[in-house]
């Protein structure tokens, strides 16, 4: 009997004794005076179980078919439904075998079962957390994750994500390496379906800054550090006229962050009940089902309907600002070297002060090669070395073997010759006077 219905109890008694009347009981215990008079004649009958309701401990007439359990867990009991737990094994349940439970009667039964174990949440150190940007494409995060994601399947790969802060939108890709050219390609993919944003959130890795190796004491005093020129990915920021905000620690961009925590548990699985095992099916399914779930049921409505996205102009060629950009100087017979060969400007494109003059060569994601003078592009074609810098090739005679020195004879007048038995200079000076 819990304490609910000992209250009720004692109230009845007391109107059962005409102590209170029934409509004090009933405001007592908070029902109707009928109700009341039903549970009085109910007393008379039964006792103190009256207050007791006559279906507890019997098992409910809307209770899941045990079948229905039992399949439910041979399901789940599975490998491949590893590490699943309540809420998601149950879209899997419904979605893949057509089994309905609510996610907490799948929880009492994998607890059951011995697939599930509730732990407590430990206690960590709580980060105030920084208010979301005002409007769609303020502020985007970005970064890759280095998670194992095919468990060992296939080749090692790599999830590069961009989530916008206002929003939680998501837009990700698998790549093989992680690399600033296959940044730029999901660059290139989010400015084309969206436009520029306002500005990009990253850590300081190498691809977006040039690390200025400086002593720690230079460091703990906070001295200016030297000019270093942009990374590659950080002139193409530029030219978009797109805002780069280095962030000084993992918990400053802990939306991106919290969004791999989210996608290391379900896109794993997910991809491991799929089958997947290559990049090309990882990114088939990254398409089709993981981002679509994602942006139907995590984003959030920004408190700023307006779109910070601006569009693409004329003036952004997306094919030469994400390019691997470089200065080369024009030689004298118009040519430039690039990457160890030699391209040879077009006689048409030959303009006046072109000698001497640098150019920017764009090597694109493509594999092609454009060079630019000013602001007019040049044809090139590749040449072989040019003259100037071949080197003449002389053959080398082999000199015949040198004979051994012979041993050189001691001079005859050192015959005979000591200083120490010779005069002294006294005696010398006597004999020099006497003969003069």
């Known amino acids: 009997m819990t304490q609910a219905e000992r209250d009720r109890l004692v109230a009845l008694k007391k109107a059962k004794k005409k102590l209170i009347t029934q409509k004090q009981a009933a405001e007592e215990i908070g029902i109707t005076e009928r109700q009341v008079r039903r549970l009085l004649r109910k007393l008379r009958r039964k006792g103190d179980r009256a207050v007791i309701h006559e279906l507890r401990g019997r098992p409910s007439n809307r209770r899941l078919a045990v079948e229905l359990e039992q399949r439910a867990i041979t399901v789940l009991s599975d490998p491949v439904y590893r590490g699943f737990g309540p809420t998601l094994a149950t879209e899997y349940l419904e979605k893949k075998h057509e089994i309905a439970v609510s996610k907490e009667t799948l929880r009492r039964w994998m607890a059951k079962a011995g697939l599930w174990k509730a732990g407590r949440r430990r206690v960590v150190e709580v980060h105030e957390w920084r208010p979301r940007r005002s409007r769609c494409g303020e502020l985007v995060q970005w970064d890759t994750s280095t998670h194992d994601w095919l468990e060992g399947r296939g080749e090692r790969i790599y999830l590069i994500s961009m989530i916008d802060d206002a929003t939680s939108r998501l837009f990700a890709r698998f790549v093989q390496h992680d690399t600033s050219e296959e940044n730029m390609r999901l660059l290139w993919s989010y400015l084309e379906r969206w436009g520029r944003p306002l ?238």
């Open 199 to 436: 500005a990009f959130y990253t850590d300081k890795a190498s691809m977006f800054q040039v690390a200025v190796k400086s002593k720690r004491q230079e460091q703990r005093e906070g001295l200016d550090r030297q000019q270093m020129p942009p990374t590659q990915i950080a002139r193409a920021l530029g030219e978009l006229g797109i805002v780069w905000i280095p962030a000084h620690s993992p918990q400053a961009k802990g939306r991106i962050e919290r969004q791999f925590l989210t996608a290391q548990d379900r896109l794993v699985k997910g991809m491991r009940v799929a089958g997947v095992r290559s990049l090309e099916e990882a990114n088939g399914y990254l398409g089709k089902e993981y981002l679509p779930w994602w942006n139907e049921t995590l984003i959030v409505e920004p408190a700023c309907t307006e779109d910070a996205h601006r569009p693409l102009g004329k003036e952004h060629d997306l094919a030469a600002i994400l390019s691997h950009v470089e200065k080369r100087q024009v030689t004298n017979d118009y040519t430039i070297r690039w990457d160890g060969k030699f391209y040879q400007i077009d006689r048409r494109d030959v303009r006046p002060g072109m000698r001497k003059a640098s150019v920017r060569v764009e090597q694109r994601l493509d594999g092609s090669i454009a060079v630019r003078f000013r602001d007019d592009y040049v044809r090139v074609r590749r040449c072989a070395q040019p003259i100037s810098e071949q080197r003449p090739h002389t053959a080398v005679e082999a000199k015949p073997p040198q004979q051994p020195a012979k041993p050189k004879r001691k001079p005859a007048w050192m015959n005979n010759f000591s200083l120490r038995s010779g005069l002294s200079l006294r005696q010398a000076v006597r004999i020099s006077n006497a003969r003069s």
